[in-house]
C-alpha cells in the first residue's frame, strides 16, 4: 500500500485523474487513503441549528434564506440564547458532537446580535460540545472575539471554483471568502470549507473547487460535500436532482486530496438511502449532519441516524478527540 502523503501542491491535472479514475477504483483507493489516516469506525456527529433565518440581503442561487427570492421559510430573527442551549442539549442526548449555529448573514456586524452570539457559543462550549458557527464574513477581529469566547470551528464554504462562482452569487467575491478564511486561521480557529455539487457547474468547476481546497496553505479541518437541495422559488429549483454517484465521486477525491480531512456528507442525505449514505462512508466520508432539519430543510431524524450507525457498526466520534494523535502518524 503506497503511503499517505499530506500534499499542498496538487496540480489541477493529477486531480482530474483521480477524479476520473473508474468509480470502483476510486472508492477503493479512497478507502485504503481513509483506513491509513482516520477510525473507520468513527462518524463525527454535528447538529446545525438556525439561529437566525431568512431575510439575507445576499443573491446566493441556491438559498431559501436570501430576502430576494420568494421562498416558503418562516423568516426569524436572532434567537434567544436560552433556547439555543435548549437545543444544544437535545443534539448532545442524542449523541452529537459539535453544534453549529447558522445565521443568514452576509457578514457578522459589531452590535448587540453578535454578543449574543457570543454568548451562546460561550454556553455551548461549557455543555463540552465542539461549538461552530457559520454567520458569512469575518474580520480577523471578530474572528478572535469568537476564538476567545470558545468557538472551535468556523464554517464557511467555498461552494463551487472560482470561474463558476459569478453565477451563483454576485453579491460578494470569491477573494471575500478566501479572506474570511485567512481571518479564521489565524484566530487559531478550526477551518471548516466545503461546496455544493449540482449547481450547474461543470467537471472541472468540480476539480478547480477542489484543488483550491486541496492547495490552501492548511487543509481545512473539516470539508463539507453538499448537494444541492433544490427549495421552490430559487433559481435553482429546477435544476435536475444530483446523481447519487456524483457524490460519491465527489467525496472519494476529497478524501484522497485530503487524508486529514473530516468529510462530511451535508446537504442531501434525506434524499439518499441507507446502502447509498454506506458507500459514502466506504468512500471517505466520515463525518454528519444529524437533527431533524439543516437549517431551513430536511434531514433525516436522530433515530433514523441511530439505526443506521447500529446497521453499520459504526460510532460517534469524541469530542475534541486529540489532533495530535493524527498528526503523530505523518
Ligand atoms: N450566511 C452564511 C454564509 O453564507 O456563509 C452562513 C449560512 S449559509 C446557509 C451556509 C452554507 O450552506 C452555504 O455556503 C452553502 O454552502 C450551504 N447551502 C445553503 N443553501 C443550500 C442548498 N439549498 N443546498 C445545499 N447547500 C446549501
Ligand atoms: C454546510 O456545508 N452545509 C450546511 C452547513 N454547512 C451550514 C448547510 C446546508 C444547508 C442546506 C439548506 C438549508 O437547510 O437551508
Ligand atoms: Fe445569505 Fe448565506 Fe444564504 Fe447566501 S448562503 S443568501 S449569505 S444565508
Not at 434567537?79 to 448532545?92: E, P, S, T
Not at 456586524?109 to 454568548?119: K, Q
Not at 457559543?121 to 464574513?137: A, F
Request: proline share 3%; charged share 25%.
Amino acid at each position: 500500500m503506497q503511503d499517505v502523503q499530506i500534499r499542498h501542491d496538487w496540480s489541477i491535472e493529477e486531480i482530474k485523474e483521480i477524479y476520473n479514475t473508474p468509480l470502483l477504483e476510486l472508492v477503493f483507493r479512497a478507502a485504503s487513503v481513509h483506513r491509513q489516516t482516520q477510525d473507520t469506525a468513527e462518524v463525527q456527529v454535528c447538529t446545525l441549528l438556525s439561529i437566525k433565518t431568512g431575510g439575507c440581503t445576499e443573491d446566493c442561487a441556491y438559498c431559501p434564506q436570501a430576502a430576494r427570492y420568494n421562498t416558503d421559510i418562516k423568516v426569524h430573527g436572532l434567537m434567544q440564547k436560552d433556547a439555543v442551549l435548549a437545543y444544544a442539549q437535545k443534539a448532545r442526548d442524542a449523541g452529537s458532537t459539535r453544534f453549529c449555529m447558522g445565521a443568514a448573514w452576509r457578514e457578522v456586524r459589531d452590535n448587540r446580535d453578535f454578543d449574543r452570539v457570543l454568548d451562546m457559543v460561550k454556553g455551548v462550549n461549557e455543555m463540552g460540545m465542539e461549538v461552530c458557527c457559520t454567520l458569512g464574513m469575518l474580520t480577523e477581529e471578530q474572528a478572535q472575539k469568537l476564538a476567545d469566547a470558545g468557538l472551535y470551528a468556523y464554517n464557511h464554504n467555498l461552494d463551487t471554483s472560482g470561474e463558476y462562482y459569478e453565477q451563483i452569487i454576485t453579491t460578494r467575491t470569491y477573494d471575500d471568502r478566501l479572506k474570511t478564511l485567512d481571518n479564521v486561521r489565524k484566530a487559531g480557529v478550526s477551518v471548516c470549507c466545503g461546496g455544493i455539487i449540482g449547481l450547474g457547474e461543470s467537471h472541472e468547476d468540480r476539480i478547480g473547487m477542489l484543488h483550491t481546497l486541496s492547495n490552501l496553505p492548511v487543509h481545512p479541518d473539516s470539508v463539507p460535500i453538499n448537494a444541492l437541495t433544490r427549495v421552490k422559488g430559487t433559481p435553482l429549483e429546477n435544476m435536475p436532482k444530483v446523481q447519487f454517484w456524483d457524490m460519491v465521486r465527489m467525496i472519494a477525491t476529497t478524501r484522497i486530496l485530503m487524508p486529514k480531512a473530516m468529510v462530511r456528507l451535508s446537504a442531501g442525505r434525506a434524499e439518499m438511502s441507507m446502502s447509498e449514505q454506506a458507500l459514502c462512508f466506504m468512500a471517505g466520508a466520515n463525518s454528519i449532519f444529524t437533527g431533524e432539519k439543516l437549517l431551513t430543510t430536511a434531514n433525516p431524524s436522530f433515530e433514523e441516524d441511530h439505526m443506521m450507525f447500529e446497521l453499520l457498526g459504526l460510532k460517534p466520534r469524541e469530542a475534541f478527540k486529540n489532533q495530535e494523535i493524527q498528526e503523530a502518524i505523518f
